[in-house]
């Protein structure tokens, strides 16, 4: 029997087909590298030197309107422009180009420079949740786009250009390499065994308990047996749901209250805010049928054993597989007792 909490071992990541190398026995290892310096800066509610706060000139020139909730504009500098040509290049196969056109959008939570996911009441992150609906429904319903990537980089940390709450959305002509392989593994899966892959994976986490980390009526937060990063989590909707389109009030509460409840564990943790970079995956906006497709979030914050020592992926990581030390099962025990 493998000993998963003592022995070095790989995990199969169930969603991608990828492998990740778990060493529970380094975890007492010395640490004399780099340390990231602890922010005690006090954030104001209103900064009028940011771009995103309501009434405030952004650096295109344009102003913000005096918005109370919820905020969504066209991202200024945008990384896919809907005219970009549609052309490719394609030497035997070795030097292959294609045009990638595409919309990007800047999402700001609430008018309040200093809140957080973490301290917004549920009710409002339910606005929030709204507000992500209505761009998916009207991106998905876009002809130039193929699928539809909504992701907040929390955290200077995270390469966050700025603390008000905000996220973006990317909507690109093609399925980007993530979603190509977790379509591919649904769909390989759903084919053989006419089930849904993350539908069967929730009932058996559910049985066992162990990565749990919170849950409500609709959702669950837990810590993949595949984890790559430390703190990494999962939320999963309890029923198959593909895509926002399909979600209910009580779907998009409970997205909302999950949230509330993950963020705040990963601030009670050791750092408040906590870095992250977190996203939903949804089904692809091609137009086809994806039955196949479950509707999840991921969590991927970079610390590691504090608020300022990090993970970095790096040499063996890069060259040959992603590697982690405290095995998922005693993150989750961790987030669990931060709750
Ligand atoms: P990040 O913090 O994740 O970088 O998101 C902020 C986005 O806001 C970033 O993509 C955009 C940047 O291009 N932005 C504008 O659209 N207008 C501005 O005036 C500044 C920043
Ligand atoms: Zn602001």
């Excluded at 973006?168 to 390499?177: C, R, V």
């Excluded at 703190?231 to 997205?255: C, I, K, Q, V, W």
């Amino acid at each position: 029997m493998l000993d998963l909490q003592h022995a070095s071992h790989r995990r199969l990541n169930a969603l991608t087909g990828e492998w990740v190398l778990v060493s529970p026995h380094r975890t007492s290892r010395p640490w004399q590298g780099q340390t990231e310096a602890k922010s005690d800066a006090v954030v104001p509610s209103y900064d009028p030197g940011c771009y995103l706060c309501p009434g405030n000139v952004r650096a295109n020139g344009e102003r913000n309107p005096a918005y109370e909730n919820v905020f969504a504009f066209d991202n200024d500098y945008a990384a896919l422009l809907p005219d970009a040509p549609q052309t490719e290049i394609n030497e035997d196969g070795l030097i292959v180009a294609r045009g990638e056109a595409g919309r990007c959008r800047v999402v700001c939570f609430s008018p309040r420079h200093d809140l957080t996911l973490s301290s917004m009441p549920v009710d409002d992150i339910a606005k929030v949740a709204a507000l992500w609906r209505d761009e998916f429904m009207r991106l998905d319903a876009d002809p130039l786009v193929g699928a539809v990537q909504i992701f907040e980089n929390r955290g200077a940390m995270m390469g966050a250009s700025n603390p008000h709450p905000h996220c973006q959305i990317w909507a690109t002509d093609s399925e980007p390499n993530e979603l190509v392989k977790e379509s591919h593994r649904q769909r390989d899966y759903f084919a053989h065994r006419q089930s849904c892959l993350l539908c069967d994976y929730l009932a058996l986490e559910l049985g066992r308990g162990e990565r749990i980390v919170c849950e409500n009526d609709g959702f669950v937060a837990l810590v993949p047996f595949w984890a790559t990063w430390p703190f990494e989590t999962m939320l999963l909707p309890r029923h198959h749901l593909g895509a926002l389109d399909e979600f209910t009030e009580s779907d998009m509460r409970a997205l909302a209250d999950i949230l509330s409840q993950i963020t705040r564990c990963y601030d009670n943790l050791f750092a408040t805010p906590f870095p992250y970079s977190m996203g939903f995956h949804q089904r692809p906006s091609d137009g086809g049928a994806h039955p196949h497709w479950h509707f999840h979030g991921h969590f991927y914050p970079p610390l590691l054993r504090s608020a300022t020592i990090r993970k970095f992926m790096v040499g063996f990581e890069l060259l040959g597989s992603p590697q982690r030390d405290i095995t998922p099962e005693s993150a989750a025990e961790r987030l669990r007792a931060a709750r």
